[in-house]
């Protein structure tokens, strides 16, 4: 039976595998944390009195397949140093908790280990004070998969402003893309917000806007009392509230605005360990630091899948995983 390595165990990782143990392939799993699941694991749904189609219930019940199957095995804790020989006959070193392990006999290897948030690795050019008022796309992820029945805070903000393009888009920041995930998840998290709580004052500082869900919503949002002021805030003065200082695009003169509570819309950033693990995979980067296309991946053996490659929504990061493990099988070895 043809083995597989994937290396990184989040939504594109897991897909590829369990599409590929399903087609009688030996898949080995090398996750870096604790646990597969990588990002998307701590999310949450996003529906309103109606679903927001934020992709969440595409991975279903995923993890519990991939962890039961017995063509899959899932070594945590763990992380490829090095990368030996050629499609078919690849040798992987492997540490896990500080053992080294060889693994041989390799016949393909997805690389899969996502990216990085934009909050981890930086503050940005946007200069602000830590502060339980102010929190990032990740944790309002989190705030959304806790979230009750009647409340999501004990203590109800009267305001929320939603910083957008927060990292991205950013010369400075060395990430001039668009993040592609940041409008979709901040709207549909503020028609969560606007359900829980119908009087509260929600504004979006923004540069530019995506789709969301396929279309232009713009128009419907502005209508629903939704407000958005185009502009690149220059500072933050953390607290309740937070007062945020932009220039006005019209006249260029400097205004305030007071918010309860402030949420970064951090993008998809290229992970710190990037550099080494193209080094590792013998792969290049693309100009936004992301791994690079492999032109020709049944000659080499080697795919990528998911956000290491750049941005991308879970409906796109679970058909093109898809395909991946699609085109291994139909590969010839
Ligand atoms: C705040 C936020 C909210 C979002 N909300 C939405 C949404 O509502 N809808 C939507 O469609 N998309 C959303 N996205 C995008 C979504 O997160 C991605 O599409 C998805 O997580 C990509 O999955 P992935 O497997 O490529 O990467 P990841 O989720 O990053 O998984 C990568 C895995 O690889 C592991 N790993 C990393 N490095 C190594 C290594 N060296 N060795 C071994 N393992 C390693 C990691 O631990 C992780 O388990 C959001 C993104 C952000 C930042
Ligand atoms: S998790 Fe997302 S796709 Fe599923 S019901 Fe909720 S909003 Fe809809
Ligand atoms: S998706 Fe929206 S918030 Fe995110 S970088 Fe693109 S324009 Fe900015």
């Given at each position: 039976?043809a ?7 989040g ?75 050629t ?5 992987v ?5 500080g ?30 004070e830590?502060?339980k008022?102010i ?8 705030l ?76 419907d ?8 002021i ?15 200082l932009y ?9 305030e605005e ?5 949420v ?13 693990l ?30 290491v ?25």
């Open positions: 039976m083995s597989v390595l994937v290396i990184g165990g939504l594109a990782g897991c897909t590829a595998a369990l599409e590929l143990a399903q087609n009688d392939r030996n898949v080995i799993i090398v996750e870096k944390s604790v646990t597969i699941g990588g990002k998307v694991r701590s999310y949450g749904c996003k529906a309103t009195d109606r679903c927001n189609r934020c992709g969440l219930c595409l991975v279903g019940d995923l993890w519990d397949q991939v962890e039961r199957h017995e063509n899959i095995e899932i070594l945590t804790g763990a992380q490829v140093v090095d990368i030996m020989g499609k078919g006959r690849f040798t070193i492997v540490k896990t908790h053992y080294v392990d060889t693994i041989s006999n390799l016949d393909h290897i997805v690389v899969s280990t996502g990216f990085d948030e934009f909050a981890t690795l930086s503050s940005g050019s946007l200069e602000f830590e502060s008022y929190i990032t796309g990740s944790e309002l992820e989190r959304l998969s806790n979230r009750g029945k009647y409340h999501l805070f004990p203590n109800p903000p009267a305001s929320v402003g939603f910083i957008q393009c927060f990292g991205s888009r950013d010369i400075q920041e060395k990430a001039a893309y668009c993040s592609r995930i940041c409008c979709g998840y901040s709207i549909r998290a503020a028609k969560v917000f606007r359900e829980y709580y119908p009087d509260i004052k929600i504004t979006f500082f923004y540069m530019d806007f995506q789709e969301v869900e396929g279309q232009d919503c713009f128009d949002l502005i209508r629903d009392n939704f407000e958005f185009r502009c690149r805030p220059v500072s933050i003065k953390a607290g309740r509230p937070n007062l945020i220039e006005d695009p019209e006249d260029h003169s400097l205004v007071s918010m309860d509570l402030l970064l819309s951090e993008g998809i950033y290229p992970s710190r360990d990037f550099e080494n193209a080094e590792v995979c013998r792969l290049g980067l693309n100009e936004n630091g992301f791994l690079k296309y492999i032109e020709n991946p049944r000659q080499s053996g080697i795919y990528l899948a998911g956000c490659a750049g941005p991308r929504r879970i409906e796109e990061v679970y058909a093109q995983s898809l395909q991946v493990a699609r085109e291994i099988c139909g590969g010839i070895l």
